[in-house]
């Protein structure tokens, strides 16, 4: 059995329980991929990261799901930023993390156990456009629920995501998952992003259609493109996103833009730490 400093953080909230969970598991350059897979699955979360060491970076942040690792995402870059800030006893830091997309800088202003921190992502890539009316019954919804006008494409900053937008927040909360219809209607399994807007903010949620099926409380990787989206379209240069209000997880997720990419930013709140034992 190996030992590993252990950290559970909740992502994108100031309240513990709130915002999304996320398991960090240090000092694990001899974990092997089949042991980070179990213990993912074993955490049961969204997300379970694994920090090694890198050459040209300060860490590798390694992003597990319960069925696979994921070359990029939001929350998992910004707790394991704390969580590593926590490890090394630094309160002001930015770090120049690995993940399978390349090197990215993540800030971390920490105060005790409680933090804020953001990243600057990836510049964002533009995907196809759909037909939103060929979506909204996928996700038990009606054509008079769509947003006029809006439009409906994939867009990713690492990790892609459908940019659906909605007419208000009525009509995203009375959305419905439905993996089947949703995977028949989104080509390349894209996970999908419900929005509506509101003022600078938006009220959003994730349908996961890759990987472990669901919806996820916050999700970074997708406001980020929902930002990028909405410069393209509209010239928005900075949003809010509250999201998994639906799941009683509330998150909240500040997205700017700076010089042509988004850096998304939020609270993070470390809930427990601890040894963990690993074979």
């Known amino acids: 059995m190996t030992r590993h400093p252990y950290t559970l953080l909740d ?23 089949a042991t980070m897979l179990a213990f993912a699955r074993e955490t049961r979360l969204a997300e379970t990261t694994f920090v090694q060491s890198d050459d040209d970076a300060d860490y590798r ?10 070359p990029f995402a939001g929350h998992p870059s910004l707790g394991t930023a704390v969580a590593v ?4 006893g630094e309160t002001s830091v930015t770090y120049r993390q690995r993940t399978q997309v390349g090197v990215q ?35 038990g919804l009606s054509a008079r629920d769509g947003a006029p006008g809006g439009l409906c494409r994939v867009v990713s900053t690492g990790l892609p995501a459908l940019m659906v937008p909605l007419s208000d927040r009525d009509a995203v909360a009375r959305a419905r998952y439905d993996h ?17 807007l509101e003022a600078d ?4 949620r994730m349908f996961v259609t890759v990987g472990p099926e669901g919806e996820d409380p916050a999700t970074g990787s997708a406001a980020g493109p929902l930002l990028a989206h909405l410069h393209e379209t509209e010239g928005r240069t ?10 009683g997880r509330p998150s909240r997720l500040d997205c700017t833009l700076e010089d042509g990419q988004v850096r998304v930013g939020g609270d ?12």
């Open 11 to 33: 992502v994108f909230t100031d309240t513990p329980l709130a915002g999304n969970a996320l398991a960090v598991v240090h000092d694990a350059d001899g974990v092997s991929d």
């Open 180 to 196: 089947p219809a949703l995977d028949a209607a989104v080509p390349g399994g894209a996970n999908v992003y419900l929005y509506a």
């Open 238 to 247: 900075e949003l809010t996103v509250r999201q998994g209000v639906e799941m």
């Open 85 to 88: 800030a926590l490890e090394r």
């Open 105 to 139: 800088p993540v800030s971390v202003k920490r105060d005790g156990d409680r933090a804020r921190a953001s990243i600057l992502q990836p510049a964002a890539e533009f995907g196809p456009e759909l037909r939103i009316q060929d979506v909204l019954p996928a996700l």
């Open 268 to 279: 993070v709140i470390v809930v427990a730490t601890g040894t963990l034992r690993l074979p």
């Open 201 to 204: 903010e938006a009220r959003a």
């Open 61 to 70: 942040n390694r992003i597990w799901t319960v069925t696979e690792e994921v």
